[in-house]
C-alpha cells in the first residue's frame, strides 16, 4: 500500500498560492528565503523516489516549468515521478509520464494507493488536498512554513473541512527563517 503525502510552502497565515492573479501580486514570496540547505531539506522530504498526486492547475504550472528546470535532484525526481492528475481534458497531459484520475478522482485514489509502488506526493492542488484529508486517505502532511503573513491567496485547507487531528513528528529550520514540519495523520479531530 502507497503512503499519501501532502507536501505544501504555506505562508503563516496559511497562503499556498504562488501564481499571480487579479487578487494577488505576491507570486514570488518564497524567493528571498530559498538557500542551498533549504532545498536539500525539501529534496530529503520528498526522498528519491515518488510518484505525484495533482490537481490540473498545479500540474498545468509545473509541467510549463520542470522540464525546462535543468539537470537537478529536484526537477529530475519531478520530471521522472508519474503524474496522476484530476482533470476533465486528459489528453492534454503532455507532462509525463501522466495519467488522468478519471472522473471518480476518490475511487481512483483508493485504487492507486492500494497498490504497490513509491510514495504519493500531492503538491499545491488545494481542492485534491481539502478532499483527501475529508476523505482520510493522507498518512503525512510537511510544511514549508515561511515567515510571512501575505493576508490574502489561495488557502491549504478549505473552509468546509471538518476538523482533524494531525501528530507532531519532526521540525527543521533553515537558516532563513523556514520551518519544515512533518505531522502524522490521525482522523477526525475528538472534541
Same mark, same amino acid.
Given at each position: 500500500?502507497?503512503?499519501?503525502?501532502?507536501?505544501?510552502h504555506?505562508?503563516?497565515d496559511?497562503?499556498?498560492?504562488?501564481?499571480?492573479?487579479?487578487?494577488?501580486?505576491?507570486?514570488?514570496?518564497?524567493?528571498?528565503?530559498?538557500?542551498?540547505?533549504g532545498?536539500?531539506?525539501?529534496?530529503?522530504?520528498?526522498?528519491t523516489?515518488?510518484?505525484?498526486?495533482?490537481?490540473?492547475?498545479?500540474?498545468?504550472?509545473?509541467?510549463?516549468?520542470?522540464?525546462?528546470?535543468?539537470?537537478? !535532484?529536484?526537477?529530475?525526481?519531478?520530471? /521522472?515521478?508519474?503524474?496522476?492528475v +484530476? =482533470?476533465?481534458? @486528459? #489528453?492534454? *497531459?503532455?507532462? &509525463?509520464?501522466?495519467?488522468? !484520475?478519471?472522473?471518480?478522482?476518490?475511487? /481512483?485514489?483508493?485504487?492507486?494507493? +492500494? =497498490?504497490?509502488? @513509491? #510514495?504519493? *506526493?500531492?503538491? &499545491?492542488?488545494?481542492?485534491?488536498?481539502?478532499?483527501l484529508?475529508?476523505?482520510?486517505?493522507?498518512?503525512?502532511?510537511?510544511?514549508?512554513?515561511?515567515?510571512? *503573513?501575505?493576508?490574502?491567496?489561495?488557502?491549504?485547507?478549505?473552509?468546509?473541512?471538518?476538523?482533524?487531528?494531525?501528530?507532531?513528528?519532526?521540525?527543521?529550520?533553515?537558516?532563513?527563517?523556514?520551518?519544515?514540519?512533518?505531522?502524522?495523520?490521525?482522523?477526525?479531530?475528538?472534541?
Amino acid at each position: 500500500m502507497r503512503k499519501i503525502r501532502i507536501m505544501e510552502h504555506i505562508s503563516l497565515d496559511g497562503v499556498i498560492q504562488h501564481e499571480n492573479g487579479e487578487d494577488f501580486a505576491h507570486g514570488n514570496w518564497t524567493a528571498p528565503y530559498r538557500t542551498p540547505a533549504g532545498l536539500a531539506a525539501v529534496v530529503q522530504a520528498y526522498g528519491t523516489h515518488y510518484d505525484l498526486l495533482l490537481g490540473r492547475r498545479t500540474y498545468d504550472t509545473w509541467a510549463g516549468y520542470w522540464p525546462q528546470a535543468g539537470d537537478s !535532484l529536484m526537477a529530475n525526481g519531478l520530471n /521522472a515521478a508519474t503524474k496522476y492528475v +484530476a =482533470t476533465h481534458h @486528459p #489528453d492534454s *497531459l503532455g507532462w &509525463g509520464p501522466a495519467q488522468a !484520475l478519471g472522473p471518480d478522482v476518490v475511487a /481512483a485514489i483508493r485504487r492507486l494507493r +492500494a =497498490t504497490d509502488g @513509491p #510514495d504519493l *506526493l500531492v503538491c &499545491g492542488s488545494s481542492t485534491l488536498t481539502s478532499v483527501l484529508l475529508a476523505e482520510g486517505l493522507v498518512e503525512e502532511v510537511v510544511l514549508l512554513v515561511y515567515p510571512v *503573513l501575505l493576508g490574502r491567496g489561495k488557502r491549504l485547507f478549505a473552509d468546509h473541512l471538518d476538523p482533524r487531528e494531525l501528530a507532531f513528528v519532526s521540525s527543521q529550520a533553515t537558516a532563513t527563517g523556514v520551518l519544515l514540519n512533518t505531522y502524522r495523520y490521525v482522523g477526525p479531530l475528538s472534541a
